[in-house]
């Protein structure tokens, strides 16, 4: 199994700043892709930003600019450097990574992190 740890997530004004990490363990044989997504209540789960292992990145459109993503493949740890942050951006975050343990790739997801980014 995989598990991920999320932290990082918390209050903080608008144009703050926040780093959130993510931490994968387990039995993990190949990680292919990492990335954070966010969900609003009554809305569909959204991705913000990824990076595979090599290290190309994709990102939301909304936070092109603001948000910065990395990865460390020795430690299978993903970051998202948030900056300038609006209220639009508070939502419960989730880490997500593309990974086998041998049997075939498939999604594994976080528990969240709440973000709050008050006006």
């Known amino acids: 199994q995989v598990q991920l740890s999320e932290s990082g997530g918390g209050l903080v004004q608008a144009g703050g700043s926040l780093r959130l990490s993510c931490a994968a363990s387990?039995?993990?044989?190949?990680?292919?892709?990492m990335g954070w997504y966010r969900q609003t209540p009554g809305n569909q789960r959204e991705l913000v930003a990824s990076i595979t292992s090599g290290g190309n990145t994709n990102y939301a459109d909304s936070v092109k600019g603001r948000f910065t993503i990395s990865i460390d493949n020795a430690k299978k740890t993903v970051y998202l450097q948030m900056n300038s942050l609006k209220p639009d951006d508070t939502a419960v975050y989730y880490c997500?990574?593309?990974?086998?343990?041998?049997?075939?790739?498939?999604?594994?997801w976080g528990q969240g992190t709440q973000v709050t980014v008050s006006s």
């Open positions: 387990g039995s993990i044989f190949m990680l292919m892709k």
């Open positions: 997500n990574c593309y990974a086998t343990t041998g049997l075939g790739y498939r999604d594994y």
